[in-house]
């Protein structure tokens, strides 16, 4: 049973899960904990927390779940600040966008994988980060990807799912690794095209953003993510993504070559395939 809930980085993600909670009406106590007291008040006032603390030992006083919300390089020090406060009853997550990173750190940290750490990614977020993005309704119909390790718990991993389906979430259980290669290609690599195609614009002329339309500003929208955390999920998950923009690469050669040999038909049979592809996606 699930009664308190320390949530280690009151932002976007740990922000909107705990609105998320309040508004499905769970009678669970939210405790904030971070190093930003302004941010902490901030999520008080707005009823996202219910407490907070700037110690660690007494923010996890009582608690039977930490939700790790911090970008994932930090993970190394969060997980060394929590072990010597943690009891064998607390369950650990965390919603970081890579997975096996966070396992390798984990057993790092503690020597093996703790059965209570059940790592989780919910695949939802705005380009805006902070407490006042937050948003009770950010998970609703989202999938997240939770990925316990052989060992375990299974009532913790039953816990972390049921928390996540009350804000609305479709759980499903992933091998870590795939879900670090799947997100490499569906999240992690649209991210660096946005951001390398904002590069190459402002590199070669910063006046082009005054003559693009509504598909420019579609395509770029997630430029406007958090730098930090994405290059924090690049060092993270760094074969992956570069696999993935290598085979991409080898796309806009193939591309290239249509236009150049001036091939009509395959251009147009390429665009139609893609065009119905996304709209059989955006259907389902």
């Not at 219910?50 to 994932?72: C, F, K, R, S």
């Not at 309704?137 to 799912?161: C, G, M, W, Y």
């Not at 953003?209 to 395509?219: H, P």
Request: charged residues 20%.
């Amino acid at each position: 049973m699930i009664n308190k809930i320390c949530i280690i980085g009151v932002g976007l993600m740990g922000g909107s899960f705990a609105a998320g909670l309040k508004k499905s009406r769970q009678t669970i106590n939210i405790v904030g904990f971070g190093k930003n007291e302004k941010n902490l008040i901030k999520a008080k006032q707005l009823t996202v927390i219910d407490e907070y603390y700037l110690d660690i030992e007494q923010a996890l006083q009582g608690i039977d779940l930490v939700l790790i919300a911090t970008p994932v390089n930090s993970i190394e020090a969060v997980l060394k600040m929590i072990k010597p406060h943690l009891t064998e009853q607390m369950i650990i997550c965390d919603v970081g966008s890579t997975k096996a990173n966070v396992v390798k750190t984990a057993k790092q940290v503690f020597g093996q994988m703790p059965s209570k750490f059940i790592p989780a990614h919910p695949i939802a977020g705005k380009e805006q980060s902070g407490i006042e993005a937050a948003d009770a309704s950010l998970f609703q119909n989202k999938r997240v990807i939770i990925t316990p390790e052989a060992n375990a718990d299974t009532q913790a991993v039953d816990s972390v799912s049921d928390l996540w389906q009350s804000v609305g979430a479709q759980v499903e259980i992933m091998d870590k690794n795939k879900h670090d290669d799947l997100l490499a290609m569906t999240s992690h690599l649209p991210h660096m095209l946005a951001f390398s195609l904002m590069d190459y614009l402002m590199t070669n002329n910063p006046q082009a953003c005054d003559y693009a339309a509504g598909g420019f500003k579609d395509f770029t929208r997630i430029a406007s993510s958090d730098a930090l955390m994405w290059r924090d999920i690049c060092i993270n998950n760094p074969e992956q993504i570069i696999k993935h923009i290598q085979g991409y690469q080898q796309n806009l050669e193939q591309l290239v070559s249509l236009i150049k040999n001036n091939q009509a038909k395959e251009l147009e049979q390429l665009f139609t395939d893609a065009k119905s592809a996304r709209d059989s996606w955006l259907n389902n």
